[in-house]
């Protein structure tokens, strides 16, 4: 009796196991086919999110390279030859350089600017506390206007002359909006003079003006430099921690730039 129920029993127990391992297989297909469908989406999004990410970004603005040294030797007068004016002013450690290497378009025309009229202000009121009545007889100059300026000088003393003491149309300073030329007030057979210099307003405004943000811009000795004569009245701003820097060193604009 017992021997004819062993077959039957383990028809029974065979059948039962390939139920199960039908059953596992097709649950494990079908995990892996749900696996598949959940991983797209995130796939997707990721790639939506990447693109996103790349549409929205901003583009960094590259900081302007210092200019190359140029190639030709500058003439008697400190110009180069057969240069042209440029279509964008030059900037290096961003600070705006006009001179006669490194010129001005003819058409920027920025105007006075805000910022150093203020500091310019401040010197002034700051020089008068101490008994210095000072001024800013010149300040910004147009290309037009420059042109006119440097043209009569050239009549009057010639251009060799002229060159020295006077910058060609798009080689100002001044038509940077930055530059100033001071005296005192009451004294204007001293204006535009070296003897301004050496008077007591002139040497407190030498000895103030990196305070203020402004450098003399022209000093002495430094023609070979500059490329103009010594200027006690010329003064430009550069900014107080440039200025400073420039005052502590003993050295030019061009010296502090690099590009002398």
Known sequence: MKNNRLPLILGACISIALIVAIFVVYNYKNNQVNNAADEQPKTTE?????????????????????????????????????????????????????????????????????????????????????????????????????TTLYENYVKRDGQAAADRYSARPGYSEHQTGLAFDIGERGKEDLWLTEEFGETPAGQWLFAHAQDYGFILRFPQNKENITGYMYESWHY?????????EIAKQNITLEEYLGVK
């Open 46 to 146: 990721t790639n939506n999110s990447e693109k996103d990410s790349t549409a929205t970004e901003k583009p960094v603005k590259e900081k302007p390279e210092t200019p190359a040294k140029p190639e030709q030797q500058p003439d008697e007068n400190g110009y180069l030859p057969n240069q042209t004016l440029p279509t964008e002013p030059t900037y290096i450690k961003g600070v705006l350089l006009a001179n006669k290497i490194y010129p001005l378009p003819s058409t920027f025309a920025p105007e006075e600017n805000p910022e150093a009229r203020q500091a310019l202000n401040q010197m002034l009121a700051a020089a008068k506390q101490q008994g210095f009545d000072l001024v800013a007889f010149s300040g910004y100059r147009s290309f037009e206007y420059q």
């Open 236 to 244: 430009r701003y550069v900014g107080k921690d440039i200025a400073k």
